[in-house]
């Protein structure tokens, strides 16, 4: 019996993908970003549900769901358990519920046959070169490049998400990487700027972990927005 490790489950979520919806934070990441602000999901717990359980919960809250509400899963990192998000997409499937993957593209499995069952997924871009991105996330942007071939293979949609730290990303030749990275991207349905904070730094605390970022101011929503802005005019008008 497949089990798998999740973290929690939050019924009504309205951030992570359109409408309504429930959040499946799974445990187990690969990746070490400076700016995780879910530490505590770094490592693969114990096997705690199974698929069917998941499905019992989730269809509980399928009334609020309505037209455009579903599943996300989240984490951590869902591609982490590729056996147990493969056989619960599969379910939620046969129930016609809609399916939100939240990943950075770093995990295990074969990533064309679970997106077969994913209907969007919310591509959380790191860094765009593999220098900065290795010193960022300790991980390696080819294996984050590997996800993305699946991904255009599936013509699936794809809502874009970068985290804006101050000193890393708010320059404009890092807007024009991203750009030209982007480019390379299918179906990008939207792109959303997300302001570092610090909001995680407790939990490195409790745990007793040093926070890497302890030095960089938080982002400012205003100086965010703007560089997105720029950012946008930037994309569009790039040939």
Avoid at 188 to 204: A, C, N, S, T
Wanted: net charge positive; proline share 5%.
């Amino acid at each position: 019996m497949i089990k798998g490790s999740i973290d929690s489950i939050e019924s009504m979520g309205l951030v992570d993908g359109p409408g309504i919806r429930t959040v499946i934070f799974m445990n187990g990441c690969r990746l070490r970003c400076k700016y995780c602000h879910n530490p505590e999901m770094w490592t693969k717990k114990e096997n705690n549900i199974t698929p069917e359980e998941i499905v019992k919960k989730v269809l509980r809250n399928k009334p609020y769901f309505k037209n455009n509400g579903g599943v996300t899963f989240s984490g951590g990192e869902p591609l982490f358990q590729p056996e147990f998000l493969l056989e619960t997409c599969k379910l939620l499937k046969k129930e016609n519920i809609h399916i939100a993957l939240d990943t950075a593209g770093h995990g295990f499995g074969n990533y064309d046959e679970i997106l077969k069952y994913v209907d969007l997924v919310l591509l959380d871009i790191k860094h765009t070169n593999k220098k900065d991105y290795k010193e960022l996330t300790g991980g390696n942007i080819d294996e984050a490049d590997e996800f993305i071939r699946s991904l255009n293979k599936s013509n699936k949609k794809v809502w874009i998400r970068q985290v804006v730290v101050p000193g890393i990303m708010d320059n404009d030749e890092y807007l024009i990487s991203l750009s030209n990275k982007l480019k390379t991207i299918k179906n990008i349905e939207r792109i959303d700027f997300l302001p570092y904070h610090k909001l995680g730094r407790e939990k490195y605390i409790a745990m007793n972990i040093p926070y890497p970022l302890e030095n960089t101011p938080e982002m400012n929503k205003d100086e965010c927005q703007k560089l997105y802005e720029k950012f946008m005019n930037i994309y569009k008008n790039k040939s």
